[in-house]
């Protein structure tokens, strides 16, 4: 009923780009701030960029500034994160979530999470 779907995930060499999607069925994407996060193993789940809800603003953290970004489009009710020049250290599992409000960078404030889509940087 009220799902998000992350996909294309994979495993690509050093300095490669990939294209995560995630889409939403069952709610209105365009209402939600979406957030990005991953979680490599033995760490702790991080948020790494997000779109508002409204006015169009992004976040980005610093290991992703420059490399990553995040767009919509409401047409697919979907949100993307576009990921180049990839790093080894940007293996993980990697999460996409929704909240009715504002971009935050704690996982606690979303309410609704993806099932998540690994990605490999070998070293």
């Known amino acids: 009923q009220l799902q998000l779907v992350e996909s294309g995930g994979g495993l690509v060499q050093p300095g490669g780009s990939l294209r995560l999607s995630c889409a939403a069925s069952?709610?209105?994407?365009?209402?939600?701030?979406i957030g990005w996060f991953r979680q490599a193993p033995g760490k702790e789940r991080e948020g790494i960029s997000c779109?508002?809800?409204?006015?169009?603003?992004?976040n980005y953290a610093d290991s992703v500034k420059g490399r990553f970004i995040i767009f919509r489009d409401n047409a697919k009710n979907s949100v993307y994160l576009q990921m180049n020049s990839l790093k080894p250290e940007d293996t993980a599992v990697y999460y996409c979530?929704?909240?009715?409000?504002?971009?935050?960078?704690?996982?606690?404030?979303?309410?609704?999470w993806g099932q998540g889509t690994q990605v490999t940087v070998p070293s």
């Open positions: 979530a929704a909240a009715r409000s504002y971009c935050a960078a704690s996982p606690s404030h979303y309410t609704y």
């Open positions: 779109v508002f809800n409204s006015g169009g603003s992004t």
């Open positions: 069952g709610f209105a994407l365009n209402y939600y701030a």
